[in-house]
């Protein structure tokens, strides 16, 4: 089975005349057929939303076209508050998610209108002193430790995760927080990331609406929202099966049918804060071979590094890699794909097979439209690169400039000596 990039080598032959290599690349149409895909999948549901996770991929102009398929935003921070705003997201299309919140934060979600999402028990009383009250809606994360299983296995260990209340906090939080006046209640968990099954939010959904009978049971409150959270991944290997959202979102649905319904909560709405899933497969790094170098191992030298995309050398993640023009050659020729860090791990592949690759070839870098640029970085002062969306007409068009010599040390203001240092190329 193949990975075929969404891009053709003709049409980037014709962007890097204006786009420099390394950048990364995004597909409009891939995006919004996806996003009308999750809309369909849980339509069944009245009152469904998908919050896009902004921590994936925090750009406005991909987050003002999922805004048109009905998505709000996930936030997690002041900066990701201060763009939802901008884009006119404000309300309770933002789930702001604590986690060891400082008080500025709190504040600027409560004046935007944002559904708060506690972490913690103790962090009631902190958004009580932060913010003067508590809000009539609030929504609390859980976290039920141990190792979390479904059919298909151990999927992960949320006990060693920091999130979250435990089922004994979360009980005697919600009966709290309607104490002090809340009225509207949700409920929240996120326990495995990038899962490669149909089975996972089905399997989350069965314990949380579990959960929610047992609340409306035990303490007359009932739930009003769940959040499954993300956790729905993508097939980053050429040999996976992607994630059909259509199956999730039935599965869903029979449970809700199952567990809810009967128990009087068949009004409840569904969330969700994907970001993988919704931009993940429709972005990729486009890099220019520079180098090669034959030791003790073959090495391809390419113009993007680890600050462009971080995940091969922080996790040992897999990313596809399709040289273009090459797409049908034989892959005879074992390689690592280098960039240009001081660190051993700047690899893109380790013993990769590709086809023989030459200076000046053109790399797609598959996979990077969440948790690529997003996790950006300048260690040995390397800049961020641009972003660019090739539109469904298949126009490029920049949506985030690349980083300059003069952006980077714009924050030395403080050191005069600064002040005059000029960029000899520009």
Known sequence: MKKKPFVTKAQLEEMVKQFPTPFHLYDEKGIRANAQAVKEAFAWNRGFKEYFAVKATPNPFLIRILHEYGCGCDCSSLTELMLSDA????????????????AEEFRFASELGAVINLDDFTHIGFLEKTIGKIPETISCRYNPGGVYEISNGIMDNPGDAKYGFTKEQLFEG?????????????????????????????????????????????????????????????????QETPNDIRAIGEGVRKAYQEILTPAGLGNTAIYTEMGRFMTGPYGCLVTTAIHEKHTYKDYIGVDACAANLMRPAMYGAYHHITVMGKEDAQADHKYDITGSLCENNDKFAVDRMLPQIEKGDLLVIHDTGAHGFAMGYNYNGRLWSAEVLLKEDGTPQLIRRAQTPEDYFATFDCFDILKDMKHPYV
Request: charged share 25%; aromatic share 12%; glycine share 8%.
């Open 87 to 102: 884009l006119g997201i404000r309300g309770e299309d933002i789930m702001f998610s604590a986690n060891d919140t400082p």
């Open 174 to 238: 919600y009966r709290l927080l309607k104490e002090k006046g809340a009225k509207r209640f949700g409920l929240h968990s996120f326990l495995v990331s990038n899962t490669l099954t149909n089975d996972y939010y089905p399997a989350l959904a069965k314990t949380l609406f579990e959960l929610a009978v047992e609340i409306k049971k035990e303490l007359d409150i009932e739930i009003s929202f769940i959040n499954l959270s993300g956790g729905v991944g993508i097939a980053y290997r050429p």
